[in-house]
């Protein structure tokens, strides 16, 4: 088991940059493939990038690709969502969420652990 821990969200203005971090304790990291979603309040939980267990693969939902980059550390158990050009619709709760296996896919429903998420506000 693995409990994960999100930081790094805020208000930031269109145009502007975050990054944020998932650290994970318990079971390590790299046992893992690790996605990050977000969600609106009275939206689904949508998918916005997703890193394998080696972190030699990345994929990103349409709407971030070009702006958003993941990354992992696995001798840190940390897992970084760099956010550039901000837009507002980017505004949303983003989640980081673990997988038993080497792939990471975008479907929410195939991950087994969630953080409890952090906000990001974009002003326009």
């Known amino acids: 088991q693995v409990q994960l821990v999100e930081s790094g969200g805020g208000l930031v203005q269109a145009g502007g940059s975050l990054r944020l971090s998932c650290a994970a304790s318990?079971?390590?990291?790299?046992?893992?493939?690790m996605g990050w979603f977000r969600q609106d309040p009275g939206k689904e939980r949508e998918f916005v990038a997703a890193?394998?267990?080696?972190?030699?693969?990345?994929s990103y939902a349409d709407s971030v690709k070009g702006r958003f980059t993941i990354s992992r550390n696995n001798a840190q158990n940390t897992v970084y969502l760099q956010m550039n050009s901000l837009k507002p619709e980017d505004t949303a709760v983003y989640y980081c969420?673990?997988?038993?296996?080497?792939?990471?896919?975008?479907?929410?429903?195939?991950?087994?652990?969630w953080g409890q998420g952090t906000q990001v506000t974009v002003s326009s």
């Open positions: 890193i394998n267990r080696s972190g030699t693969i990345t």
């Open positions: 318990g079971r390590t990291a790299s046992s893992y493939a």
């Open positions: 969420a673990a997988r038993g296996s080497v792939v990471a896919v975008s479907n929410p429903i195939r991950y087994d652990y």
